[in-house]
């Protein structure tokens, strides 16, 4: 941007400490516990947006002592272009004149290749862009990274997401907050975050999403036995905030002004050519695009948009507080929860009235979402085929056999009949002893193909390492003697090779554990360790071998229970 272009930019008034407060800790909850230091990661690129982020963030500290609040940058190096070193390093320093501590992460490329040049570059670099920004606010302590996406940036999601056939809520590219993006295998950032913030119990976090019945979770701990195994479960992972969307980029020009704090320009961001998101942004600054398709346009959509979602999210609320959380079993991922029958008849006449039947799906799109997220392999994605599906057998009275649901983001659905309420867990009661109920079992579909990872033992406990397995456990090994260990999912073969190794007492006990925990098809879904391709563990029953005993032990935890609620809808 030249001298030229920003001496006609209009004299708007700059970000004061208490907008910034009220915009971060919308999104954000700071935590009020005595001497807890409340520690925020800040994206700065060294652009007007992100050193407004950090001068606001500097002055919070001062302004808001009561936060406790301890800020750091990160200043990436994409090493893409010649002089972007020197650039990261001036821009390290600019943050330390004004108070601001800093670190600079250097991305690394394939040697030999010059990353502009890659295919889906930009892709490429957003992905470890957010990988080191995750684990430097890992290593740092700090559970949320604020990046400075603003308005204007809003603008152009929406115009790429238009350009794509993108409709409705898939316009809102940019939400103010969420799970941070491309780490979902790095332990300590997408689960298990440490960092010094208060953290619910795991049934509060539950409790605060669905009903639940007493001692839902399986397996239940043992009391006072010192050798029980027990399967942990992850904390939550690291957000990403973004406390600018709305605020226009002249007032975060306006705001550097202010205090004088110098900025740098990407000029790989003015060439149209060069990327997608460059063309969108240079045909929204000419102004040369439909006024429906210009700024003011677009941020009263983003606002339209915004309201009917706030109207979704409390009927998806709504629907999922009256939903019953019989059994959850940690040890196959086997979920039993009872949905209302007539879910249709929790929404109030006018609510009713505001929703469209596209509406409606995407409502039920939600439900569906948070429900096998407990469960499933991965983020949930919806279809409207999928909900369809759903919603049909909500409106169903089924009788005599279970009929199995499709399959939905690798998890089975199956809705159980009236001839299994001798077990306790399907009853079709509701607590008021009225017919209102339809019991769902959930779990993770059947693999098509065996998965395996191999797996590098711990030898020694300074250096922990947690391998990320079917997105639903992480585990912790340690090996006594160096062997290939791989962890696979568990097969007819694995089973007939123990039944043959085992002796019968060992046999009929694994036996025992399979139908308690993962009666019938489910026992496929188990994770196994595998030496040199035989089983010698089944790591979520806590069983081994009497000849791994003594050399192989682990730890082992489910996957988060705390998905993001509800402001990721």
Same mark, same amino acid.
């Given at each position: 941007?030249?001298?030229?272009?920003?001496?006609?930019?209009?004299?708007?008034?700059? %970000?004061?400490?208490?907008?910034?407060?009220?915009a971060?800790?919308?999104?954000?909850?700071?935590?009020?516990?005595?001497?807890?230091? +409340?520690?925020?990661?800040?994206?700065?690129?060294g652009?007007?947006?992100?050193?407004?982020?950090?001068?606001?963030?500097?002055?919070?500290?001062?302004?808001?002592?009561?936060? +406790?609040l301890?800020?750091?940058?990160?200043?990436?190096?994409?090493r893409?272009?010649?002089?972007?070193?020197?650039? /990261?390093?001036?821009?390290?320093?600019?943050?330390?004149?004004?108070?601001?501590?800093?670190?600079?992460?250097?991305?690394?490329?394939?040697?030999?290749?010059?990353?502009?040049?890659?295919?889906?570059?930009?892709?490429? /670099?957003?992905?470890?862009?957010?990988?080191?920004?995750?684990?430097?606010?890992?290593?740092?302590?700090?559970?949320?990274l604020?990046a400075?996406?603003?308005?204007?940036?809003?603008?152009?999601?929406?115009?790429?997401?238009i350009?794509?056939g993108?409709?409705?809520?898939g316009?809102?590219?940019?939400?103010?907050?969420?799970?941070?993006?491309?780490?979902?295998?790095?332990?300590?950032?997408?689960?298990?975050?440490?960092?010094?913030?208060?953290?619910q119990?795991?049934?509060?976090?539950?409790?605060?999403?669905?009903?639940?019945?007493?001692?839902?979770?399986?397996?239940?701990?043992?009391?006072?036995?010192?050798?029980?195994?027990?399967?942990?479960?992850?904390?939550?992972?690291m957000?990403?905030?973004?406390?600018?969307?709305?605020?226009?980029?002249?007032?975060?020009?306006?705001?550097?002004?202010?205090?004088?704090?110098?900025?740098?320009?990407?000029?790989?961001?003015?060439?149209?050519?060069?990327?997608?998101?460059n063309?969108?942004?240079s045909?929204?600054?000419?102004?040369?695009?439909?006024?429906?398709?210009q700024?003011?346009?677009?941020?009263a959509?983003?606002?339209?948009?915004a309201?009917?979602?706030?109207?979704?999210?409390?009927?998806?609320?709504?629907?999922?507080?009256?939903?019953?959380?019989?059994?959850?079993?940690l040890?196959s991922?086997?979920?039993?929860i009872?949905?209302?029958?007539?879910?249709?008849?929790?929404?109030?006449?006018?609510?009713?009235?505001?929703?469209?039947?596209?509406?409606?799906?995407?409502?039920?799109?939600?439900?569906?979402?948070?429900?096998?997220?407990?469960?499933?392999?991965?983020?949930?994605k919806?279809?409207?085929?999928?909900?369809?599906s759903?919603?049909?057998?909500?409106?169903q009275?089924?009788?005599g056999?279970?009929?199995?649901?499709?399959?939905?983001?690798?998890?089975? %659905?199956?809705?159980?009949?009236?001839?299994?309420?001798?077990?306790?867990?399907y009853?079709?009661?509701?607590?008021?002893?009225?017919?209102?109920?339809?019991p769902?079992?959930?779990?993770?579909? %059947?693999?098509?193909?065996?998965?395996?990872?191999?797996?590098?033992?711990?030898?020694?406990?300074?250096?922990?390492?947690?391998?990320?397995?079917?997105?639903?456990?992480?585990?912790?090994?340690?090996l006594?003697?160096?062997?290939?260990?791989?962890l696979?999912?568990?097969?007819?073969?694995?089973?007939?090779?123990?039944?043959?190794?085992?002796?019968?007492?060992?046999w009929?006990?694994l036996?025992?554990m399979?139908?308690?925990?993962?009666?019938?098809?489910?026992?496929?879904?188990l994770?196994?360790?595998?030496?040199?391709?035989q089983?010698?563990?089944?790591?979520?029953?806590?069983?081994?071998t009497?000849l791994?005993?003594?050399r192989?032990?682990?730890?082992?935890?489910?996957?988060?229970?705390?998905?993001?609620?509800?402001?990721?809808?």
């Amino acid at each position: 941007m030249t001298f030229q272009q920003l001496i006609r930019i209009p004299d708007i008034s700059p %970000i004061s400490s208490a907008e910034f407060y009220r915009a971060l800790t919308t999104i954000w909850r700071p935590s009020t516990k005595d001497r807890t230091v +409340n520690r925020l990661g800040l994206a700065v690129s060294g652009g007007v947006d992100s050193m407004a982020l950090a001068v606001l963030c500097r002055n919070l500290t001062n302004d808001y002592p009561r936060l +406790n609040l301890k800020v750091k940058a990160y200043v990436v190096d994409h090493r893409a272009r010649p002089g972007s070193e020197a650039e /990261a390093a001036g821009v390290a320093k600019t943050l330390s004149d004004i108070g601001v501590t800093s670190a600079v992460l250097t991305l690394k490329w394939p040697s030999g290749l010059d990353p502009m040049t890659m295919s889906g570059f930009e892709t490429k /670099a957003r992905t470890l862009r957010y990988q080191a920004l995750g684990k430097a606010c890992r290593d740092d302590m700090a559970s949320t990274l604020l990046a400075a996406h603003h308005a204007d940036d809003l603008a152009e999601s929406m115009l790429l997401r238009i350009s794509k056939g993108h409709r409705a809520f898939g316009l809102r590219g940019l939400v103010p907050r969420t799970r941070i993006p491309e780490c979902q295998s790095i332990h300590g950032v997408y689960e298990d975050c440490q960092a010094e913030t208060s953290r619910q119990s795991h049934e509060e976090m539950i409790a605060d999403r669905f009903d639940i019945e007493k001692e839902w979770l399986l397996p239940r701990p043992t009391s006072g036995a010192a050798s029980s195994f027990e399967i942990g479960i992850a904390t939550c992972g690291m957000d990403i905030c973004r406390p600018f969307l709305n605020f226009k980029k002249e007032r975060l020009i306006s705001t550097c002004r202010h205090h004088g704090i110098a900025w740098v320009e990407d000029h790989t961001n003015d060439d149209p050519s060069l990327t997608p998101r460059n063309t969108v942004r240079s045909l929204l600054q000419k102004g040369s695009l439909p006024a429906a398709l210009q700024l003011p346009a677009l941020s009263a959509l983003n606002d339209k948009l915004a309201s009917k979602q706030e109207i979704c999210n409390n009927l998806t609320k709504t629907i999922l507080r009256s939903c019953t959380i019989q059994a959850l079993d940690l040890r196959s991922g086997r979920l039993v929860i009872h949905m209302p029958k007539e879910p249709i008849h929790l929404l109030s006449e006018s609510d009713q009235k505001k929703l469209s039947k596209k509406d409606l799906a995407h409502v039920w799109a939600r439900v569906t979402e948070k429900t096998i997220a407990l469960v499933s392999p991965g983020l949930p994605k919806r279809s409207q085929r999928s909900v369809q599906s759903i919603v049909s057998m909500l409106k169903q009275e089924h009788k005599g056999r279970s009929r199995a649901a499709s399959n939905i983001s690798h998890v089975e %659905i199956s809705v159980r009949s009236s001839q299994d309420e001798k077990e306790n867990i399907y009853s079709t009661l509701d607590k008021a002893g009225n017919r209102s109920m339809i019991p769902w079992l959930m779990h993770r579909q %059947i693999p098509r193909k065996v998965l395996g990872i191999p797996i590098c033992p711990v030898l020694t406990s300074d250096d922990p390492i947690w391998y990320h397995w079917d997105d639903r456990y992480w585990f912790q090994v340690s090996l006594n003697l160096c062997a290939e260990l791989k962890l696979a999912f568990l097969t007819d073969e694995h089973l007939n090779y123990l039944k043959r190794s085992l002796g019968t007492y060992e046999w009929l006990s694994l036996k025992r554990m399979l139908l308690e925990a993962a009666p019938g098809k489910i026992r496929y879904t188990l994770p196994v360790f595998l030496e040199r391709e035989q089983p010698v563990a089944l790591p979520t029953l806590g069983f081994r071998t009497p000849l791994s005993n003594e050399r192989l032990s682990w730890k082992v935890k489910y996957k988060s229970l705390s998905f993001p609620w509800p402001q990721d809808f």
